[in-house]
T-cell receptor
Framework: EAGVAQSPRYKIIEKRQSVAFWCNPI?????LYWYQQILGQGPKLLIQ????????DSQLPKDRFSAERLKGVDSTLKIQPAKLEDSAVYLC????????????FGQGTRLTVV | AQSVSQHNHHVILSEAASLELGCNYS??????LFWYVQYPGQHLQLLLK??????LVKGIKGFEAEFIKSKFSFNLRKPSVQWSDTAEYFC???????????FGAGTRLTVKP
């Protein structure tokens, strides 16, 4: 079975620029997550979708971050404008919805803001 | 919201040594518990998981973890580590029937050959 696909793998931008990341989850997985992993820290949940609806975005900095999953499959995460502290790996994960499920992770996108 | 604590930031062991990595969580209800591993340059992979039943869970590559409900702990163990176990290990928790998964800060394991 194909895994979670993310692109790009790496991105370098200047502060105040905008950037977008793309994620294609495993087929059939209704739940999709975006995590931010800063170097030396564990993944921090930014937003969780179930199908095309947002379940939890309490930790998403909404003044600059946005995410969508319009058709309940692919998702994009956008940062506008980027700050230096946004440098991190952005991980996408997906899972079946239900009580006993595990999340499968993509390779991540490493963002460097200079 | 629940939180996850991993007490060891960096652990250095020699091959064949025994391993125990601590994980505690704060959430009063029923939880699902996970250990993920991230080998250098690779994505997060599931090592083992606990949903219910026997609190001693066996995972891949000889790893196991024990869920102690009274201590809110889910420690990871391996009797004899190998150089190839060098990686970062993350404990994760989500409330039962809720996919809101939260991670600990991770423990970097270095195994010296």
């Amino acid at each position: 079975e194909a895994g979670v696909a993310q692109s790009p793998r790496y991105k370098i931008i200047e502060k105040r620029q905008s950037v977008a990341f793309w994620c294609n989850p495993i087929s059939g997985h209704a739940t999709l997550y975006w995590y931010q992993q800063i170097l030396g820290q564990g993944p921090k949940l930014l937003i969780q979708f179930q199908n095309n609806g947002v379940v939890d975005d309490s930790q998403l900095p909404k003044d600059r971050f946005s995410a969508e999953r319009l058709k309940g499959v692919d998702s994009t995460l956008k940062i506008q404008p980027a700050k230096l502290e946004d440098s991190a790996v952005y991980l996408c994960a997906s899972s079946y919805t239900g009580s006993n499920t595990e999340a499968f992770f993509g390779q991540g996108t490493r963002l460097t803001v200079v | 919201a629940q939180s996850v604590s991993q007490h060891n930031h960096h652990v250095i062991l020699s091959e064949a040594a025994s391993l125990e990595l601590g994980c505690n969580y704060s959430y009063g209800g029923t939880v699902n518990l996970f250990w993920y591993v991230q080998y250098p340059g690779q994505h997060l992979q599931l090592l083992l998981k606990y949903f219910s039943g026997d609190p001693l869970v066996k995972g891949i590559k000889g790893f196991e973890a024990e869920f102690i409900k009274s201590k809110f702990s889910f420690n990871l163990r391996k009797p004899s580590v190998q150089w190839s176990d060098t990686a970062e290990y993350f404990c994760a928790v989500n409330p039962y029937n809720n996919n809101d998964m939260r991670f600990g800060a991770g423990t970097r394991l270095t195994v010296k050959p």
